[in-house]
């Protein structure tokens, strides 16, 4: 039962507001968003704000909900739950940070990453233009999403994405997101 006080300190010391660890669905998507709006509200913060961490949240969970695999061939070979993820949405000074965690297929790890950098190597009106030209492409990936979710989420955070890929096993690998909101 310490273990648990532990996590609790820790998450207390790093102002952690709301976490999960478990299979993303929609309703779960939809309580997430009421209870921040409802924090956010308490929190006193500007309507501004509210909206910017709303849209970059929306995004965030969409992209777990979209991205993890939900359908693998035969019988899991691993110990690890690759359908579940974690977020965590902390608040440090005037700072937000929604961290993001899930499973991806290692093979996709290259593609995903040259994505990523090109999205933190552009400026406000380079990711602007980028957004456009992948909408106007009309291209849908296997999962019926259009690649927009990682470009609006540095537009609407205004910041650099921080991210992280942690190879699990042979095919598996842990791909953590940090985004900050000011």
Same mark, same amino acid.
């Given at each position: 039962?310490?273990?648990?006080?532990?996590?609790?300190?820790?998450?207390?010391?790093?102002?952690?507001? +709301?976490?999960?660890?478990?299979?993303?669905?929609?309703?779960?998507?939809?309580?997430?968003?009421?209870?921040?709006?409802?924090?956010?509200?308490?929190?006193?913060?500007?309507?501004?704000?509210?909206?910017?961490?709303?849209?970059?949240?929306?995004?965030?969970?969409?992209?777990?909900?979209?991205?993890?695999?939900?359908?693998?061939?035969?019988?899991?070979?691993?110990?690890?739950?690759?359908?579940?993820?974690?977020?965590?949405?902390?608040?440090?000074?005037?700072?937000?940070?929604?961290?993001?965690?899930?499973?991806?297929?290692?093979?996709?790890?290259?593609?995903?990453?040259?994505?990523?950098?090109?999205?933190?190597?552009?400026?406000?009106?380079?990711?602007?233009?980028?957004?456009?030209?992948? +909408?106007?492409?009309?291209?849908?990936?296997?999962?019926?999403?259009?690649?927009?979710?990682?470009?609006?989420?540095?537009?609407?955070?205004?910041?650099?994405?921080?991210?992280?890929?942690?190879?699990?096993?042979?095919?598996?690998?842990?791909?953590?997101?940090?985004?900050?909101?000011?």
């Amino acid at each position: 039962m310490a273990n648990i006080y532990d996590l609790y300190k820790t998450m207390e010391s790093n102002k952690v507001m +709301l976490s999960f660890k478990g299979r993303v669905t929609s309703d779960l998507l939809m309580s997430v968003l009421q209870i921040m709006e409802t924090k956010l509200v308490a929190e006193d913060e500007s309507p501004k704000v509210r909206k910017k961490i709303y849209n970059v949240l929306v995004e965030c969970l969409q992209n777990l909900y979209h991205h993890i695999d939900k359908e693998k061939e035969g019988p899991s070979t691993s110990e690890i739950d690759e359908q579940s993820a974690i977020f965590m949405i902390a608040k440090d000074g005037n700072q937000y940070s929604i961290m993001t965690g899930n499973y991806m297929d290692s093979v996709d790890v290259d593609k995903l990453e040259d994505k990523l950098k090109l999205i933190n190597s552009m400026d406000k009106d380079e990711l602007k233009q980028y957004y456009k030209t992948v +909408l106007a492409d009309g291209q849908r990936s296997d999962k019926g999403t259009a690649g927009l979710g990682m470009i609006d989420i540095a537009r609407k955070s205004g910041q650099k994405l921080e991210y992280h890929f942690l190879p699990v096993d042979d095919v598996s690998t842990f791909f953590s997101l940090n985004v900050k909101i000011a």
